[in-house]
């Protein structure tokens, strides 16, 4: 049901959201991101003494390795199968 009304009307926020480039991205690392962001995570690296700015700064690492691990690693193991 709700895929059906994403394809039925043109103009659905929730279809143009899905549709966006950083949507996308993040689909594309989204495996990488899984795994590197329980590694950070349990790390407890403190970047800045501010909780809510070193969250951010984490997730932007999280993300930032993600894509270096899907470029270098995925990316790569993708041409091999079928």
């Not at 049901?1 to 994403?6: D, E, S, T, V």
């Not at 700064?57 to 091999?80: D, G, N, P, Q």
């Amino acid at each position: 049901m709700i895929i059906k009304h994403l394809y039925s009307e043109r103009g659905s926020l929730v279809k143009t959201f899905l549709e966006t480039k950083a949507v996308y991205f993040l689909g594309n690392i989204s495996y990488s991101l899984y795994i590197i962001h329980y590694i950070v995570k349990k790390q407890n690296f403190v970047i800045v003494s501010s909780y809510h700015l070193n969250n951010i700064l984490l997730i932007a690492f999280s993300i930032l390795l993600s894509y270096f691990s899907y470029m270098l690693i995925e990316r790569k193991v993708k041409i091999f199968k079928v």
